[in-house]
């Protein structure tokens, strides 16, 4: 594998499911995020983890949480979640060394909530 | 606090011709800036980026976009559009200080016509 992988590449689940996205990257960075991206709107940054730590929580919901066992990946922990939380959840690393370097996308999840 | 605005949520343009996508950031300081392509059921990658030095950048595919600072503008050229430039477009901008964090605009689809 190389790259940003994404598993599941599809995911529908009920309101009452409990279900985990995971990301992997190979690239050897060490900030890993995760996005959601809705139609008409712009991709949103929920989560950024740096060295494994959480760096960033943009006002996330509690529905949904994030994991970072290593840096070599990350899970996105869902439960309970609504209609509206349909949506292609985008996991993305970096190498962050103070420079702006690229984020490498993984290809997506996409998740249906029913 | 940083936004970006993309002009024109579609595009058409026939095979051949010029290829202009719009881009106006607003950031408190001089950003970095970045354009994503998204091809169907895939993640984003990396068309090109400016950081500093030359404001015409070039990127892969032929494209290639120009940092105006007086416009506050970062758009997106190709000069002879290709029936596989179709996908979808993401202007990004982040600052010069505190996390690798991106903010994209709601995206440009390009549709080239044969």
């Known amino acids: 594998e190389t790259g940003v992988t994404q598993t599941p590449r599809h995911l529908v689940m009920g309101m009452t499911n409990k279900k985990s996205l995971k990301c992997e990257q190979h690239l050897g960075h060490n900030a890993m995020y995760w996005y959601k991206q809705s139609a008409k709107k712009p991709l949103e940054l929920m989560f950024v983890y740096n060295f494994k730590e959480q760096t960033e929580n943009n006002s996330v919901p509690s529905r949904f949480s994030p994991e970072c066992p290593n840096s070599s990946h990350l899970f996105l922990h869902l439960h309970t979640l609504q209609p509206e939380d349909s949506a292609l959840y985008l996991c993305a690393s970096s190498q962050d060394n103070g420079d702006r370097n690229e984020q490498f996308f993984g290809p997506g999840t996409r998740l249906t909530v029913l | 606090a940083q936004s970006v605005t993309q002009l024109g949520s579609h595009v058409s343009v026939s095979e051949g011709a010029l290829v202009l996508l719009r881009c106006n950031y607003s950031?408190?300081?001089?950003?970095?800036l970045f354009w994503y392509v998204q091809y169907p059921n895939q993640g984003l990658q990396l068309l090109l980026k400016y950081t500093t030095g030359a404001t015409l950048v070039k990127g892969i595919n032929g494209f290639e976009a120009e940092f105006k600072k007086s416009e506050t503008s970062f758009h997106l050229t190709k000069p002879s559009a290709h029936m596989s430039d179709a996908a979808e477009y993401f202007c990004a901008v982040s600052d010069r200080t505190g996390a690798n964090n991106l903010f994209f605009g709601t995206g440009t689809r390009l549709t080239v016509i044969p």
């Open positions: 950031s408190s300081v001089p950003p970095y």
